[in-house]
């Protein structure tokens, strides 16, 4: 039988967290026909080998699991791409190989895509191993007075609901199904004339920045995203990146995905007013940090980071706004 949704998961020596993804996928299967599809990028751990093997198929119960080998490491975007070109499903489910499904999760999330033919991305409400909420939503594209205040903490100020609300992010309590901008790629059901319509992931982002980039243009195209909390996936988040890059390896990486991002999707002005934003509250952030006698070797080397983007973006700026 055809199936009608593609899990797509891309793995990058995913060891035992694969084996639990594959196995929750097993345990708790959508109520319609599926196959899984593993985009492997290179893994070195064994986790390749063990996709060869029958094992996995046995795990998955009779569900068709196909591998897609990659050479190279391609990064995210460019694996889901090779996924996306592989399959026919009307409904492609981007889960990442550190996510589990808890049940019920899926059908929920096709319930809700199904219940509006303008829905074209639904996602969960994603938990952490210790069942706490994970964030998951956010602003999209990012304002330069959003980006100023939302690290100040300010939902510690009356009204909470409101800054919430606004901000989005850890601000807001993840607890209603609602219409939001951007949506974390860490467990996501598509629409596939979503895919056909704006494209896959922008393969210039090899890991992060590539779903802010993409959600953007599913929005901008006219379709509409929406978090589901009745639906939960369990997602331990980062087992990729730990085993890939030290702490200052990976801020440098998500910072550059970021002006990237900014480059990108927003006009020269919205550009520089962001960085000058984030690098104003970066500033006030370390030396609030030093005034408590705390390290701030972070945000020291995020600082310089961002002022060599917004040199750059200061020279470029100079002429007539773009787009």
């Given at each position: 039988?055809?199936p009608?949704?593609?899990?797509?998961?891309?793995?990058?020596?995913?060891?035992?967290?694969?084996?639990?993804?594959?196995?929750?996928?097993?345990?708790?299967?959508?109520?319609?026909?599926h196959?899984?599809?593993?985009?492997?990028?290179?893994?070195?751990?064994?986790?390749?080998?063990?996709?060869?093997?029958?094992?996995?198929?046995?795990?998955?119960?009779?569900?068709?699991?196909?591998?897609?080998?990659?050479?190279?490491?391609?990064?995210?975007?460019?694996?889901?791409?090779?996924?996306?070109?592989?399959?026919?499903?009307?409904?492609?489910?981007?889960?990442?190989?550190?996510?589990?499904?808890?049940?019920?999760?899926?059908?929920?999330?096709?319930?809700?895509?199904?219940?509006?033919?303008?829905?074209?991305?639904?996602?969960?409400?994603?938990?952490?191993?210790?069942?706490?909420?994970q964030?998951?939503?956010?602003?999209n594209?990012?304002?330069?007075?959003?980006?100023?205040?939302?690290?100040?903490?300010?939902?510690?100020?009356?009204?909470?609901?409101?800054?919430?609300?606004?901000?989005?992010?850890?601000h807001?309590?993840?607890?209603r199904?609602?219409?939001?901008?951007?949506?974390?790629?860490?467990?996501?059901?598509?629409?596939?004339?979503?895919?056909?319509?704006?494209?896959?992931?922008?393969?210039?982002?090899?890991?992060?920045g590539?779903?802010?980039?993409?959600?953007?243009?599913v929005?901008?195209?006219?379709?509409?995203?929406?978090?589901?909390?009745a639906?939960?996936?369990?997602?331990?988040?980062?087992?990729?990146?730990?085993?890939?890059?030290?702490?200052e390896?990976?801020?440098?990486?998500?910072?550059?995905?970021?002006?990237?991002?900014?480059?990108?999707?927003l006009?020269?002005?919205?550009?520089?007013?962001?960085l000058?934003?984030?690098?104003?509250?970066?500033?006030?952030?370390?030396?609030?940090?030093?005034?408590?006698?705390?390290?701030?070797?972070?945000?020291?080397?995020?600082l310089?980071?961002?002022?060599?983007?917004?040199?750059?973006?200061?020279?470029?700026s100079?002429?007539?706004?773009?787009?």
């Amino acid at each position: 039988m055809r199936p009608e949704l593609s899990f797509v998961i891309v793995n990058w020596n995913g060891g035992e967290l694969l084996r639990r993804c594959l196995e929750s996928i097993a345990a708790h299967p959508p109520g319609l026909p599926h196959e899984v599809v593993v985009v492997d990028n290179a893994s070195t751990d064994g986790s390749r080998e063990w996709l060869r093997t029958n094992e996995p198929a046995r795990l998955l119960a009779g569900a068709t699991l196909r591998l897609i080998e990659c050479a190279d490491n391609l990064g995210f975007g460019r694996a889901n791409n090779r996924a996306f070109a592989a399959t026919g499903a009307p409904l492609l489910f981007l889960l990442n190989a550190d996510a589990e499904l808890r049940p019920g999760a899926c059908d929920a999330l096709v319930s809700t895509l199904r219940g509006d033919a303008r829905v074209g991305v639904c996602g969960p409400r994603l938990v952490n191993p210790d069942g706490s909420t994970q964030t998951s939503v956010w602003r999209n594209p990012p304002a330069a007075w959003a980006t100023f205040i939302a690290p100040l903490t300010p939902y510690r100020l009356p009204p909470r609901r409101l800054c919430g609300e606004l901000l989005l992010a850890e601000h807001w309590a993840h607890d209603r199904r609602r219409d939001v901008p951007m949506l974390g790629g860490a467990a996501l059901v598509v629409r596939r004339e979503v895919v056909e319509g704006v494209g896959g992931f922008d393969e210039r982002y090899h890991m992060y920045g590539e779903d802010n980039e993409w959600c953007l243009r599913v929005v901008r195209a006219g379709w509409r995203m929406v978090f589901e909390p009745a639906a939960v996936v369990m997602h331990h988040g980062g087992h990729s990146s730990r085993q890939r890059w030290t702490d200052e390896e990976k801020l440098r990486v998500q910072t550059e995905a970021f002006f990237l991002f900014q480059r990108t999707c927003l006009t020269r002005r919205q550009a520089a007013a962001n960085l000058l934003a984030s690098t104003a509250q970066l500033s006030l952030r370390r030396a609030l940090r030093r005034l408590r006698g705390r390290p701030a070797d972070d945000l020291a080397l995020t600082l310089r980071l961002h002022f060599s983007e917004l040199k750059r973006s200061l020279r470029e700026s100079g002429g007539d706004d773009e787009g």
